[in-house]
């Protein structure tokens, strides 16, 4: 349990890591208030997970296992899509001419990545339909989606308390990034 709520906490906190570097505020500049605050968010994540889907011990240490197991794969995937966008920008970067090999590979490493990171999701699901039903492989989605957009306000809120720009590619509404003009 605790490894589903810390992966949900870690996949958002990889997207502030610009914002604590820039502005340490909060449990952010003591490592151990950090750590303290984190586990437990894990820990009530963890009880509501259990008692909300009647999860018996048993489940709960399946859920346990498997969360930890696929956690651990996308935040290994997170650090790798990091260290590949750091080097395409790098390569992308204003009056530098970039190495059309290089952002090739690069180019095709993220997109391999995104492919790896949603067959996690898939590989999850079918381990938990081992242990739990349906109704409660589907509640455990929500309840995830639902912690990761009350973290993500918290730190968007967090943002703008600080006088940052929100974070990119947050708050944004869906559809093309660009628009294309006639001419």
């Known amino acids: 349990m605790r490894a589903i709520c810390w992966w949900c906490v870690v996949l958002l906190a990889g997207a502030a890591v610009p914002a604590r570097a820039q502005v340490p505020t909060g449990p952010d500049k003591d490592p151990s208030r950090a750590a303290a605050l984190r586990q437990q968010i894990e820990d ?19 859920l346990r296992v498997t969360a930890n197991t696929y956690g651990d794969r996308r935040r290994e995937l997170q650090r790798r ?6 080097a395409l920008a790098g390569q992308l970067r204003p009056g530098v001419a970039a190495n059309q090999d290089s952002v090739s590979r690069l180019t095709d490493g993220l997109v391999n990545i995104k492919s790896a990171y949603a067959q996690t999701f898939r590989d999850e699901n079918r381990d938990m339909a081992r242990y739990l039903t349906p109704v409660q492989r589907s509640r ?17 809120r967090r943002r703008e308390e600080q006088g940052l720009p929100p974070a990119r590619g947050r708050g944004r509404r869906p559809g093309p990034r660009f628009r294309y003009q006639n001419r």
């Open 44 to 62: 009530r994540f963890a009880e509501r997970v259990k008692e909300q889907l009647g999860l018996s011990d048993e489940q709960a240490a399946q």
């Open 81 to 86: 899509e990091r260290d590949l966008r750091q």
């Open 140 to 156: 455990l989605f929500v309840m995830r989606e639902r912690l990761q957009r009350r973290v993500q306000q918290i730190r968007e």
